[in-house]
């Protein structure tokens, strides 16, 4: 199985045991720096961190990590110069599969710009990018998200993450791959299935986002033995519990 979202640097040696001895040989852990950034230097070390530190960490545990960097949304106070600089290097030595996670939270100018900033390198580069939507006017985020991607990439580099059952009829049309994060105060493992029941396997990615908050290291493995459970086809688990992202992410 992959995990195609998760946050390692705040999670323990101990997750990513649990995780392999689940199935989980992949995941691929995305950027977000939880705290103030009283410096830009912050939010570099933390991406550097990712990096180095924690693909050592999981690989230890016999994870496989890769790593997409880029700014969250919520990181979007920095001047982005000095990352992007970096991002270019990581995308020319292949060291990161994707830019990510990126996106919008609040819809600020400065967020907005940035977004559209990263968009732009990752359609020069040809890059993937995975994409955050809120918690919080999920919706109304997710429309202007939306609007901005076909004016900066091609929907098919992107996913489109955190979908839900309340937001889903407004992404389904476009040509983004959807990623399902099965996490406490999210999503449950039975909503993510009525999703998949409904639209089919094709075009979703599973995670966790196991970050600083709520989480469950576990989510994905239980949701692919819940679709065994059920009686669902291998060959369209597989596609959720790795194909699509093998595919869509060349891991
Ligand atoms: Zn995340």
Same mark, same amino acid.
């Given at each position: ?7 390692? /640097? ?31 230097? &912050?939010? *570099?070390?933390?991406? !550097?961190?990712?990096?180095? *530190? ?9 994870? +496989?990590?890769?790593?997409? %960097?880029?700014?969250?949304?919520? =990181?979007?106070?920095? !001047? ?15 060291? $990161? ?6 996106? %919008?939270?609040? %819809?600020? /100018? !400065? ?17 993937? &990018? ?8 999920? #919706? ?7 609007? $901005? ?21 407004? &992404? ?21 299935? #009525?999703? *998949? ?9 599973? =995670? #966790? /986002?196991?970050? =600083?908050?709520?989480? +469950?290291? *576990?989510? &994905? ?19 959720? #519990? ?7 992410? =060349?891991?």
């Amino acid at each position: 199985m992959i995990d195609t979202h998760m946050h390692a /640097d705040a999670r323990s040696g101990e997750d990513f045991e649990q995780m392999y001895l689940a199935g989980i040989d992949c995941a691929i852990t995305c950027s977000y720096y939880p705290y103030k950034i009283p410096q830009d230097i &912050v939010l *570099l070390n933390h991406l !550097n961190r990712i990096l180095e *530190l924690d693909t050592k960490r999981a690989s230890e545990q016999g994870l +496989d990590l890769k790593v997409a %960097l880029g700014i969250h949304p919520t =990181n979007s106070n920095v !001047n982005p110069e000095k990352i992007f600089e970096s991002l270019y290097e990581w995308i020319e030595t292949e060291q $990161i599969v994707a830019i990510g996670e990126i996106g %919008l939270e609040d %819809l600020t /100018d !400065n967020e907005v710009s940035i977004f559209k900033q990263q968009l732009d390198i990752a359609d020069e580069t040809n890059s993937k &990018v995975i994409i955050h939507t809120p918690r919080k006017n999920k #919706s109304e985020v997710l429309k202007v998200i939306l609007d $901005i991607i076909p004016e900066h990439i091609s929907e098919k580099q992107a996913v489109i993450d955190h979908i839900n059952p309340k937001v889903i009829g407004d &992404v389904i049309d476009c040509d983004c791959m959807l990623g399902l994060t099965v996490q406490p105060q999210k999503m449950d493992k039975f909503e993510a299935i #009525s999703i *998949l029941d409904e639209y089919g396997f094709d075009k979703f990615l599973l =995670n #966790s /986002d196991i970050s =600083n908050k709520p989480s +469950d290291p *576990l989510s &994905v493995p239980k949701t692919v033995r819940e679709l065994t459970r059920q009686g669902y086809g291998k060959g369209e688990i597989e596609k959720v #519990s790795h194909k699509n992202a093998q595919k869509f992410f =060349n891991l």
